[in-house]
C-alpha cells in the first residue's frame, strides 16, 4: 500500500507557504510511476507554485518492491 500525506512547507527561496505531499509508504507494484521518480530524484522534489523554485525534500519512506522481495527504509 502506497501511503500519501499532505504538509504545509515553506519555500526556501521566497518564504511562501504551500502545501506538498510527502509518501511514507511506497508499494512499486502498486505505484509503477513513483518508483521510476524515486529512482531518479523527482520522487523528493516540491515546486513552490508562487516562484517556481523547487526544494528537495528529505523524508523518511518505505520503499516496498513486492516482485523483488525487498523493502528499504530510506
Known sequence: M???NKTN???PQCGA???????SSVNTDLSDDLASKI???DFFDAKCPKCGF????EYDL???DMKHHAMIWV
Do not use: E, K, Q, R
Not at 17 to 23: D, G, N, Q, R
Not at 54 to 57: F, I, L, N, P, V
Open 62 to 64: 518505505l520503499y516496498h
Open 9 to 11: 512547507v515553506s519555500c
Open 39 to 41: 529512482i531518479s530524484g
Open 17 to 23: 507557504s504551500f502545501t506538498t505531499t510527502v509518501w
Open 54 to 57: 523547487t526544494a528537495h525534500m
Open 2 to 4: 502506497s501511503l500519501p
